[in-house]
């Protein structure tokens, strides 16, 4: 299966964007998308510190969760206790529910780096979180 790749233009520019401007929308999603009750943290990542990276387009996100919100936190002043890096289609894939963690992890397309049990704990809660409707009729196109 051949894996589309971004422009090269795209991805020179998103390398130079600092983390927090990356961070920002990111995290703007994830709490819209909890605000929509589309995606509710457990309370087992209260006060922890997570990094997306997207590899293909060189973007990072840096977030935590805190009350049961998402929150930007600084990479600079401490280490996220967990990251997912994966490319832009492998992540869409896991939205979308068209490929699981597992199969990704062991085909080497998603690598997990820091708490493993926190890792467990994410990826169970992902696989069990309902798609939204329109999610689900963007899936069957």
């Known amino acids: ?39 509710t943290p457990p309370p087992e990542l209260d006060g922890r510190r997570f990094a997306i ?6 973007l990072r996100a840096c977030f935590c969760c805190r009350g049961g919100a998402f929150h930007m936190f600084s990479a600079s002043s401490s ?13 869409v ?18 690598k997990i780096a820091g708490d493993t049990e926190l890792g467990l704990i994410v990826k169970n809660w992902l696989d069990a979180a309902a798609r939204p409707a329109w999610l689900a009729r963007w899936q069957s196109r």
């Open 93 to 110: 894939a896991l939205i979308r529910g068209t490929a699981d963690a597992d199969t990704l992890f062991f085909q080497r397309r998603l």
């Open 1 to 39: 299966m051949t894996r589309l790749r971004p422009p090269e233009v795209f991805v020179r520019m998103a390398r130079s964007l600092p983390v927090p401007l990356t961070s920002f929308p990111f995290v703007m999603g994830l709490d819209l998308a909890r605000r929509l009750s589309w995606l």
């Open 53 to 58: 990276t997207v590899e293909d387009l060189g």
């Open 79 to 91: 280490e996220p206790e967990l990251e997912l890096r994966a490319g832009m289609g492998d992540f």
